[in-house]
């Protein structure tokens, strides 16, 4: 059975087969933890989302795509780009559970087996930690359950606040 444990700290810092980044379309970085990422892995992973960038074109809200993991421990990064928070009515809900169902599919693709993910869109995207958890948890859950290739997923939480929520989540 797969495992979903909890941990507060610098995603940057895990090693599993991908960490999951909270990227913007245009895949060449930002600030919160798709700074700290690029950051921390060095300019490879910045390479890779050009190439991707050619290929593609960036990345559309609610999809993701892989690069590798550079300097970071992970082996690989998978970038998902989150909503922006627009009051609730744009059809976020969806498009927050499509990143992490998205981002799961892919790492599946690719025989990854341990992933982690930080908080998508609850920082400068804006959406509320509140509404954002459970669709996290929820999605990630569900995917788990029909899909037994991928063997644990981290919530990887910042701030005591998302630790606080996250692990009622989780326990219920
Ligand atoms: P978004 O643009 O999708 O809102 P942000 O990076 O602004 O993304 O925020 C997403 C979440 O990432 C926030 O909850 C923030 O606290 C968290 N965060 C920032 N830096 C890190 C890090 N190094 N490791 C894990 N989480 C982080």
């Given at each position: 059975?797969?495992?979903?444990?909890?941990?507060?700290?610098?995603?940057?810092?895990?090693?599993?087969?991908?960490?999951?980044?909270?990227?913007?379309?245009?895949?060449?970085?930002?600030?919160?933890?798709?700074?700290?990422?690029?950051?921390?892995?060095?300019?490879?992973?910045?390479?890779?989302?050009?190439?991707?960038?050619?290929?593609?074109?960036?990345?559309?809200?609610?999809?993701?795509?892989?690069?590798?993991?550079?300097?970071?421990?992970?082996?690989?990064?998978?970038?998902?780009?989150?909503?922006?928070?627009?009051?609730?009515?744009?059809?976020?809900?969806?498009?927050?559970?499509?990143?992490?169902?998205?981002?799961?599919?892919?790492?599946?693709?690719?025989?990854?087996?341990?992933?982690?993910?930080?908080?998508?869109?609850?920082?400068?995207?804006?959406?509320?930690?509140?509404?954002?958890?459970?669709?996290?948890?929820?999605?990630?859950?569900?995917?788990?359950g029909g899909h037994p290739g991928?063997?644990?997923?981290?919530?990887?939480?910042?701030?005591?606040?998302?630790?606080?929520?996250?692990?009622?989540?989780?326990?219920?």
């Amino acid at each position: 059975m797969s495992k979903l444990t909890l941990l507060r700290g610098d995603i940057t810092k895990l090693e599993v087969d991908a960490i999951v980044n909270a990227a913007n379309s245009s895949l060449l970085g930002g600030g919160g933890v798709d700074g700290a990422i690029h950051r921390a892995g060095g300019p490879a992973i910045l390479q890779d989302c050009q190439a991707i960038r050619a290929r593609q074109g960036g990345c559309k809200t609610g999809e993701a795509v892989i690069t590798g993991g550079g300097n970071l421990p992970a082996r690989h990064v998978i970038h998902t780009v989150g909503p922006v928070w627009r009051g609730g009515q744009f059809d976020e809900a969806h498009l927050l559970a499509n990143c992490y169902r998205n981002s799961l599919q892919l790492a599946l693709e690719q025989g990854l087996k341990t992933l982690a993910f930080p908080c998508i869109s609850t920082g400068v995207f804006g959406y509320p930690l509140e509404e954002a958890a459970p669709i996290a948890v929820e999605t990630v859950r569900e995917f788990l359950g029909g899909h037994p290739g991928i063997e644990e997923v981290v919530f990887c939480v910042f701030s005591p606040a998302e630790e606080k929520l996250y692990s009622a989540l989780l326990n219920a």
